[in-house]
């Protein structure tokens, strides 16, 4: 009888753990297939695979240079609004042994008309002080609201007081978790989770609503602009 107790304790172990791997593999499956119906109505490429390349294509993103052993996959590529646009689950590890901590980040993106400086902007708040550690220069508005509710660092102060105008501002003061950063003609949203089918429209219509917040010189061909490498 001493016996039967941890035996019935092993195996009830056993049983929630294929009870948890078999709900995990159904929720994943659901999660893929919510995907390619997503995409199919859309007229977006859909790719659950590891995509190693396309980490190096936007090694130039701030956010996307954390920690080790990144990978990005539930790739959806094709057009919004008129706008090449993309998304995806980005993956990253911090730490080292027991100190190792996993992290998921959801990354949406559209391609601009032409190139920008590089330009960060999240929450006013100690966590997500990360553009300080890629030195860049954080710039203060007018706007005490806007100021104390994010942050932005750009090299290039008129095209951070250009693009952070009165509709922006203001516009963003309703969306007061936007994490964004800008750089050459790349404009992405980043958020903490798992990238979902539904997240999808809503992410790509608060970009829209970003790039259509930029005044229109900007975009004019002699408009006097840094352009990244």
């Given at each position: 009888?001493?016996?039967?107790?941890?035996t019935?304790?092993?195996?009830?172990?056993?049983?929630?753990?294929?009870?948890?791997?078999?709900?995990?593999?159904?929720?994943?499956?659901?999660?893929?297939?919510?995907?390619?119906?997503?995409?199919?109505?859309?007229?977006?490429?859909?790719?659950?695979?590891?995509?190693?390349?396309?980490?190096k294509?936007?090694?130039?993103?701030?956010?996307?240079?954390?920690?080790?052993?990144?990978?990005?996959?539930?790739?959806?590529?094709?057009?919004?609004?008129?706008?090449?646009?993309?998304?995806?689950q980005?993956?990253?590890?911090t730490?080292?042994g027991?100190?190792?901590?996993?992290?998921?980040?959801?990354?949406?993106?559209i391609?601009?008309?032409?190139?920008?400086?590089?330009?960060?902007?999240?929450?006013?708040?100690?966590?997500?002080r990360?553009?300080?550690?890629?030195g860049?220069?954080?710039?203060?508005?007018e706007?005490?609201?806007?100021?104390?509710?994010?942050?932005?660092?750009?090299r290039?102060?008129?095209?951070?007081?250009?693009?952070?105008?009165?509709?922006?501002?203001?516009?963003?003061?309703?969306?007061r978790?936007?994490?964004?950063?800008?750089?050459?003609?790349?404009?992405?949203l980043f958020?903490?989770?798992?990238?979902?089918a539904?997240?999808?429209?809503?992410?790509?219509?608060?970009?829209?609503?970003?790039r259509?917040?930029?005044?229109?010189?900007?975009?004019?061909?002699?408009a006097?602009?840094?352009?990244?490498?």
């Amino acid at each position: 009888m001493e016996g039967v107790a941890p035996t019935l304790l092993f195996l009830l172990v056993a049983a929630l753990i294929v009870a948890g791997a078999v709900w995990a593999w159904r929720r994943e499956r659901e999660r893929r297939r919510r995907f390619r119906a997503w995409a199919a109505e859309h007229g977006f490429r859909y790719d659950p695979g590891l995509r190693k390349q396309l980490l190096k294509s936007l090694s130039f993103l701030d956010r996307l240079r954390r920690g080790h052993s990144r990978r990005a996959y539930h790739v959806l590529e094709g057009a919004w609004q008129g706008r090449p646009a993309l998304a995806f689950q980005f993956r990253y590890t911090t730490g080292s042994g027991k100190n190792q901590s996993t992290h998921w980040l959801e990354v949406f993106a559209i391609r601009l008309e032409r190139r920008f400086p590089e330009l960060v902007l999240h929450p006013e708040n100690f966590l997500t002080r990360i553009a300080e550690a890629f030195g860049l220069p954080d710039v203060d508005f007018e706007s005490v609201e806007f100021s104390n509710a994010f942050r932005v660092s750009c090299r290039d102060k008129k095209f951070a007081y250009d693009f952070c105008n009165t509709a922006m501002m203001e516009y963003l003061l309703r969306h007061r978790k936007t994490v964004l950063e800008l750089e050459g003609d790349v404009l992405a949203l980043f958020a903490v989770g798992t990238l979902q089918a539904e997240d999808l429209e809503p992410a790509f219509d608060h970009l829209t609503a970003i790039r259509e917040r930029m005044p229109r010189y900007l975009f004019r061909p002699d408009a006097p602009l840094q352009s990244t490498p």
